[in-house]
């Protein structure tokens, strides 16, 4: 099974400031057939279901703010907001979907 | 606008069935993949399975296999998760997702609000 690493568990950050979360896997992510990375990025706000945020790495999900970007390939990837807002406050998941079972890390929580 | 909303969860006793019902609007399921993903009390999430668009082909994580059956009625919009020889350990809220399309390696375009199952006697 692919484990996914997420660090930090949590993190604090002023309104405005940069949230930088990564995300580690077991192994690589990238499919050479055509350079797709399998990863992942949801949000969860509290109460809520997880939301798609980013997939294959760096692609925004439709809706989904600019201030919301993906980077990296193969084992580390990252989630940065750019510019935390109130309303970012959630826990943060990577997902690999590159083979089965799909796995999550283990979740970051953002507060503000 | 689609929507996913599951059914089925509640208090049930070690050893015991349930099937979750996962009806969907605003979309067909026909074209994609559906998925099963569980999130134990105050804990992450956890991937449980996968059905792929046509049905043909599913997807268990290990601790469900020979408990769990996943499967789907296009005809109805519906998704089901039959759980059996249920355990504590499956206590968790139960959400149904959507794949982005119908490759089973897509990520999960939309999620329902999930659906509580208790496993204690």
């Known amino acids: 099974d692919i484990v996914m690493t997420q660090s930090p568990d949590s993190l604090a950050v002023s309104l405005g400031e940069r949230a930088t979360i990564n995300c580690k896997s077991s192994?690589?992510?990238?499919?050479?057939?055509?350079?797709?990375?399998?990863l992942t990025w949801y949000q969860q706000k509290p109460g809520q279901p997880p939301k798609l945020l980013i997939y294959w790495a760096s692609t925004r999900a439709s809706g989904v703010p600019d201030r919301f970007s993906g980077s990296g390939s193969g084992t580390d990837f990252t989630l940065t907001i750019s510019s935390l807002q109130a309303e970012d406050v959630a826990v943060y998941y990577c997902?690999?979907?590159?083979?089965?079972?799909?796995?999550f890390g283990g979740g970051t929580k953002v507060e503000i | 606008e689609v929507q996913l909303l599951e059914s089925g969860g509640g208090l049930i006793q070690p050893g015991g069935s349930l099937r979750l019902s996962c009806g969907a609007s605003?979309?067909?399921?026909?074209?994609?993949?559906m998925s099963w993903v569980r999130q134990a009390p105050e804990k992450g999430l956890e991937w449980v399975s996968s059905i792929s668009a046509n049905g043909a082909n599913t997807y268990l994580t290990d601790s469900v296999k020979g408990r769990f059956i996943i499967s789907r009625d296009n005809s109805k919009n519906t998704v089901y998760l039959e759980m059996n020889w249920l355990r504590a350990e499956d206590t968790a809220v139960y959400f149904c997702a959507k794949y982005y399309g119908d490759y089973v390696y897509d990520p999960f375009s939309a999620w329902g609000h999930g659906t509580l199952v208790t496993v204690s006697s």
């Open positions: 192994q690589s992510l990238l499919y050479i057939l055509n350079n797709k990375n399998y």
């Open positions: 997902q690999q979907c590159s083979s089965f079972p799909l796995t």
């Open positions: 605003g979309f067909t399921i026909s074209s994609y993949a």
